[in-house]
């Protein structure tokens, strides 16, 4: 087939569920278009919501807030927190462990890509380090 013939436009509304515990708003990826290198989705926060502490194997991930504010915590304990706001973009090498937090009263919301055909292309979660993160991260 033709690179013209798999040009594909992905309309919102479509949703699955990720190993990180969201619901995403499913974009163009493997899944839905055939992506092989990249990938890219919508991750709404409700106020409060954290994600289970992950890396992405040898996978580079540049998130977007669109809206909102949100923490992102990472470092090999998850030592190290930013807090990413409206208009701001966040790069995460591969292989470095991280888990979003939205600590504010009010929803965000993220664009996310991957450098991967799929967002849950080698997600290794670590859930010795949820509990350092409930620690550390109000509410």
Aim: charged fraction near 15%; proline fraction near 7%; hydrophobic fraction near 40%.
């Amino acid at each position: 087939m033709a690179a013209s013939e798999r040009v594909r436009v992905v309309g919102p509304g479509q949703t699955y569920v990720g190993k990180q515990g969201f619901t995403y708003g499913a974009g163009a990826s493997a899944e839905t278009v055939g992506a092989e290198r990249i990938c890219m989705n919508v991750l709404p926060m409700p106020p409060g919501a954290r994600a289970r502490a992950h890396y992405h194997n040898g996978i580079e991930t540049i998130a977007y807030m669109l809206a909102g504010d949100c923490a992102v915590y990472y470092g090999d304990q998850l030592e190290q927190r930013l807090l990413a706001r409206q208009g701001d973009q966040v790069f995460i090498p591969a292989d470095v462990p991280h888990a979003p937090a939205n600590e504010s009263a009010a929803p965000c919301t993220w664009l996310v890509v991957h450098s991967s055909g799929s967002d849950q292309d080698g997600i290794v979660l670590l859930p010795e380090l949820d509990g350092l993160l409930a620690a550390r991260a109000p509410g």
